[in-house]
């Protein structure tokens, strides 16, 4: 599967229209936590794409888990939201 924005490869140019570096623009200290759900070869493919992209090393992703029952249970901090995207593949 391949789409039709597909990133530079490994040492081209930056797209433009994003940051080099996405943390310069957040507070010190602060994080943001990625969560993927989707069918492991998606997950795998979008993990590649972010790396693509330079947003993230592949490397810095938990390995894939499971989810038990079919149940997933998030517990947000008090001052965290949620946003969610569902992208066709």
Known sequence: MTFS????????????????????SLPPGSSIRHILLGHSSHIRQTIHL???LRYVETSQWSPLIEVPDNRLILRPAPD???SMLVRRL
Do not use: C, K, M
């Open 5 to 24: 924005n597909q990133a530079p490869p490994l040492g081209g140019p930056v797209p433009p229209s994003l940051p080099a570096d996405f943390s310069s």
């Open 50 to 52: 972010l790396h693509n």
């Open 80 to 82: 965290e939201v949620i």
